[in-house]
């Protein structure tokens, strides 16, 4: 059974008001914002599954697939996060958090000599932490 916060996320658009992808849109915004909302109070687990979500919505979105990679690591599911933030790298090569979040799953899993490669791939002044 897979665990999903509804509670807070209203579908109040009919599909004769909007298009689809304007709803979709919609949608995945409301799933974004509350998984900010979750990761932001630590509450991993919930939060994950709203980037999920998002992420079904929009599968090229890359701040919601790093914000996955994010709560994996925190809720220590390293391998979970590295494939995610290989997700990431398949669709931007040169995207910063990919590869740092890409290292940081790779060292909690052992793998030193290959995270410090993914983290030699990062330009110090392009990774903006929060």
Known sequence: MKFTVASDISFAHSPQASPPDALQGD???QWYAQGDRWATEGVYDRALCCF???AVLA???????VY???CLIHLEL???ALAVAGRVLAIAPDHPQGWLYRGVALHRLGRYKEAYASYAQVQPSSVILK
Do not use: N
Request: aromatic share 6%; net charge negative; glycine share 0%.
């Open 27 to 29: 949608a995945f915004r």
């Open 52 to 54: 999920e979500e998002a």
């Open 78 to 80: 390293p391998q979970r």
């Open 59 to 65: 599968p090229e979105d890359i701040e919601a697939l």
């Open 68 to 70: 996955q990679a994010v």
